[in-house]
């Protein structure tokens, strides 16, 4: 049997890079800001253990607003199917459901006071002080249980933003679903939820999701019914792009009775069936590389 992609590559080309958030202790609580120690060193990220603050019944739904998107920006289809292609990376690993609604009128809000309870992705100008940001996510909790998360783009650094790299906005956007997921960010440099300050430059991005992003997202939602089988396959993605097949951080495509992402650079196909993987080059059967059992002690030694 062969296996035969069915998703289109999306088509992206826009960088968020570093995001600061605000977080409410309680609906309408006071904020608290975690860039108010900000050195310009982590770029207001900081590792937190607050394990359970996530979304009631798992589920994640996301508006667009594509009103004030500069000149030049991406089209609302594909900002759409960006942040889904994003969110499906999570949805892979963790018992999450994220869910586009539709479009809204609706801004991304920065004031704790007039949250709305809707989770708006859109374009907004920022207050000065967050004049060297490319975006904020706010969020709003009565304590443990995530109320709202909207994600406010800043349409004056547009210019200062990577058109024309699809991975890139792919990647950033992934690193922004985490935080309206409730995720925090990671002491891990390679970790998409990473502190570190790579991500203030909006050409850097990570694609792969790793260990230690699987595990914050696991603990607040629980695994996915292919967890490990996409752990596997995030380490598959890691090994394609050193070898120059890529691009990375594929999603998991189900048909055909196998689970598997595409390589569009490689034409190659990475697989499992029944707990087994498999590889399909160009000009080259299908093959079998290991069993589950096999790889995911070497996955995970990989940090994925």
Not at 209 to 223: K, M, Q
Not at 262 to 279: A, L, R
Request: charged share 15%; hydrophobic share 35%.
């Amino acid at each position: 049997m062969t296996m035969k992609a069915t998703h289109e590559k999306t088509a992206i080309a826009l960088a968020l890079g570093a995001m600061v958030f605000t977080l409410a202790t309680t609906a309408q609580a006071q904020a608290v800001r975690t860039d108010a120690a900000d050195s310009g060193t982590n770029r207001g990220f900081t590792a937190y253990s607050m394990a359970s603050l996530g979304w009631p019944s798992h589920t994640l739904e996301w508006y667009y607003n594509p009103n004030g998107a500069p000149t030049g920006a991406l089209g609302t289809e594909q900002v759409i199917a960006a942040t889904q292609y994003a969110a499906q990376r999570w949805m892979d690993v963790c018992n999450v459901k994220i869910v586009y609604k539709g479009l809204t009128t609706k801004a991304p809000t920065l004031d704790h006071d007039a949250f709305d309870g809707t989770n708006v992705i859109g374009w907004r100008s920022l207050p000065t002080e967050y004049k060297n940001k490319n975006g904020i996510i706010f969020r709003s909790t009565n304590g443990t249980t995530l109320l709202e998360t909207d994600m406010s783009i800043a349409p004056d650094l547009a210019s200062a933003l990577t058109f024309g790299n699809l991975e890139a906005f792919t990647g950033s956007m992934t690193r922004g679903i985490g935080f309206m997921l409730g995720l925090f960010g990671s002491d891990n440099p390679q970790a998409v939820m990473s502190n570190s300050t790579q991500f203030d430059d909006p050409n850097y991005y990570r694609s792969i999701l790793r260990a230690n992003d699987v595990a914050e997202c696991v603990v607040r939602y629980g695994a996915s019914t292919q967890s490990d089988v996409n752990r596997v396959l995030n380490w598959g993605d890691a090994v394609m792009a050193q070898g120059g097949i890529g691009p990375s951080g594929q999603v998991t495509v189900h048909n055909y009775g196998f689970n598997y992402r595409y390589y569009s650079t490689g034409n190659t196909y990475v697989g499992e069936q029944n707990g087994t993987f498999y590889t399909l080059f160009p000009n080259s059967d299908l093959t079998a590389v290991g069993t589950l059992n096999d790889l995911l002690p070497q996955a995970i030694s990989a940090g994925y």
